[in-house]
């Protein structure tokens, strides 16, 4: 618990902090940070020349799928998973067998990845029973069991009254709502983005209006509300122009995306790739630049993962029949630095959408490496070249459209409280 990690790059948004330096961990938190700081007797030295030393990324949306479902993912292989991809917190959504609807599942979730977990894990209640968009959850109940926010994902909640009091009732709760803002009727029996590519290749298409008209939606029903709200996972050039502006009026929205909408369009698709079907799905190039502004400009908060496993079975089928999701816990740190080496963030504000602004968005106490903080820390190698190859990936599931890929940048070294839980 006792640790020193020497002469990095110590980049701490929170603290406008962005310098080579040493922080100093004693009893699992951070003790100091500054210039040629010494060990005490019998502390763990990690040289991180070279490298970022960085608050421990967080992950706001993660599809964890224990319990039940644990032959895609449990808790001990996803919390793997997310020390290798450098992230000390990870945020698992309720649609899980049975659902996170109650203090019961959500009390297992937190005492076993205490246990037993890689990085904290903090459990996302349903803002309805059994996600079934009809009864609405008790949130009082989820948030004293140790839920940090409410979400149905994977489902829109339909019928706008019944959003309009979980928002309404969460905000008195103090809780947060997360949406998956999708229009059922508009998605039909589509299976991925309605375009030029989808019409070539023959399969039924998603248009993006079913995103854009929910986002809407959800958007206005915060604003009458006066209460907060967070968007999963964007992949519009609509729901971050709606974003955008509701922001501007004073709305209290945030909103994330994921790497896959800012690395591929649904030309990945082709061949019938199933690794490349997820909900929403991939969109096209002018999203994608969309995707990109959004974050530039500050209009989406957050890089999330919506690291979604699934077996092999539920993937190597007919596209249409194929399973929504991919993995992206140990694929995202890449992914995002290539924003910073492509001029769409500076390395500061790729932190900030990566630890702040989660933690702060869902209140965590998390985020940040001031004196005093959980010594969650991530150590980044910016220059490491690694191939992406399913049998040396920690997830139990493979279904990742990025297999085979050259990538660069990794987290050499990810610290749980003062403890390594990970190192290259």
Same mark, same amino acid.
């Given at each position: 618990? +006792?640790?020193?990690?020497?002469?990095?790059?110590?980049?701490?948004?929170?603290?406008?902090l962005d310098g080579t330096l040493d922080v100093l961990v004693e009893n699992g938190v951070v003790k100091e940070i500054g210039k040629g700081l010494v060990a005490p007797a019998g502390a763990e030295t990690i040289d991180a020349s070279g490298k970022y030393v960085v608050p421990g990324l967080i992950d706001m949306h993660v599809h964890l799928r224990d319990p039940g479902l644990e032959y895609k993912e449990d808790i001990i292989s996803g919390? #793997?998973?997310?020390?290798?991809?450098?992230?000390?917190?990870?945020? *698992?959504?309720?649609?899980?067998?049975?659902?996170?609807?109650?203090?019961?599942?959500?009390?297992?979730?937190?005492?076993?990845?205490?246990?037993?977990?890689?990085?904290?894990?903090?459990?996302?209640?349903?803002?309805?029973?059994?996600?079934?968009?009809?009864?609405?959850?008790?949130?009082? =109940?989820?948030?004293?069991?140790? *839920?940090?926010?409410?979400?149905?994902?994977?489902?829109?909640?339909?019928?706008?009254?019944?959003?309009?009091?979980?928002?309404?009732?969460?905000?008195?709760?103090?809780?947060?709502?997360?949406?998956?803002?999708?229009?059922?009727?508009?998605? $039909?029996?589509?299976?991925? +983005?309605?375009?030029?590519?989808?019409?070539?290749?023959?399969?039924?298409?998603?248009?993006?209006?079913?995103?854009?008209?929910?986002?809407?939606?959800?958007?206005?029903?915060?604003?009458?509300?006066?209460?907060?709200?967070?968007?999963?996972?964007?992949?519009?050039?609509?729901?971050?122009?709606?974003?955008?502006?509701?922001?501007?009026?004073?709305?209290?929205?945030? *909103?994330?995306?994921?790497?896959?909408?800012?690395?591929?369009?649904?030309?990945?698709?082709?061949?019938?790739?199933?690794?490349?079907?997820?909900?929403?799905?991939? #969109? =096209?190039?002018?999203?994608?630049?969309?995707?990109?502004?959004?974050?530039?400009?500050?209009?989406?908060?957050?890089?999330?993962?919506?690291?979604?496993?699934?077996?092999?079975?539920?993937?190597?089928?007919?596209?249409?029949?194929?399973?929504?999701?991919?993995?992206?816990?140990?694929?995202?740190?890449?992914?995002?630095?290539?924003?910073?080496?492509?001029?769409?963030?500076?390395?500061?504000?790729?932190?900030?959408?990566?630890? *702040?602004?989660?933690?702060?968005?869902? $209140?965590?106490?998390?985020?940040?490496?001031?004196?005093?903080?959980?010594?969650?820390?991530?150590?980044?190698?910016?220059?490491?070249?690694?191939?992406?190859?399913?049998?040396?990936?920690?997830?139990?599931?493979?279904?990742?459209?990025?297999?085979?890929? +050259?990538?660069?940048?990794?987290?050499?070294?990810?610290?749980?409280?003062?403890?390594?839980?990970?190192?290259?």
């Amino acid at each position: 618990m +006792n640790l020193l990690i020497k002469g990095g790059r110590v980049i701490d948004p929170s603290q406008k902090l962005d310098g080579t330096l040493d922080v100093l961990v004693e009893n699992g938190v951070v003790k100091e940070i500054g210039k040629g700081l010494v060990a005490p007797a019998g502390a763990e030295t990690i040289d991180a020349s070279g490298k970022y030393v960085v608050p421990g990324l967080i992950d706001m949306h993660v599809h964890l799928r224990d319990p039940g479902l644990e032959y895609k993912e449990d808790i001990i292989s996803g919390t #793997r998973a997310a020390a290798a991809g450098g992230f000390t917190s990870v945020c *698992c959504m309720p649609n899980t067998k049975p659902t996170i609807d109650n203090k019961a599942i959500a009390s297992y979730i937190i005492n076993k990845a205490k246990a037993e977990g890689f990085a904290n894990v903090f459990p996302v209640g349903s803002i309805t029973y059994g996600l079934n968009g009809d009864r609405m959850s008790e949130m009082g =109940e989820l948030k004293e069991a140790g *839920c940090v926010a409410v979400s149905d994902d994977g489902k829109p909640v339909n019928n706008p009254e019944l959003m309009r009091r979980a928002l309404e009732y969460a905000r008195g709760m103090g809780i947060l709502v997360i949406t998956h803002a999708e229009e059922l009727s508009l998605v $039909g029996e589509g299976v991925m +983005n309605e375009g030029f590519t989808s019409t070539e290749i023959g399969l039924k298409g998603i248009p993006r209006i079913a995103e854009d008209i929910a986002t809407a939606r959800d958007v206005m029903l915060a604003e009458y509300t006066k209460s907060p709200i967070h968007i999963a996972h964007v992949s519009t050039d609509g729901s971050v122009r709606i974003i955008r502006e509701a922001k501007a009026r004073g709305v209290m929205v945030t *909103c994330e995306t994921a790497p896959h909408y800012f690395t591929l369009t649904d030309d990945a698709v082709r061949g019938y790739n199933t690794n490349a079907k997820m909900n929403p799905p991939l #969109r =096209e190039a002018t999203d994608v630049a969309a995707i990109k502004a959004g974050l530039k400009d500050g209009t989406i908060d957050a890089i999330a993962t919506d690291h979604a496993p699934h077996h092999l079975d539920e993937k190597d089928v007919e596209f249409d029949v194929a399973m929504n999701g991919i993995i992206g816990l140990e694929t995202s740190l890449p992914l995002s630095l290539k924003l910073v080496d492509d001029g769409v963030l500076t390395l500061g504000q790729l932190i900030e959408k990566m630890s *702040c602004n989660p933690s702060n968005i869902l $209140g965590l106490s998390r985020g940040t490496l001031k004196a005093g903080a959980v010594a969650d820390i991530t150590v980044i190698d910016p220059v490491v070249r690694w191939t992406v190859e399913a049998d040396k990936l920690a997830s139990k599931s493979k279904n990742s459209p990025f297999l085979g890929w +050259n990538v660069t940048g990794a987290a050499a070294c990810t610290v749980l409280a003062g403890r390594v839980v990970h190192k290259l």
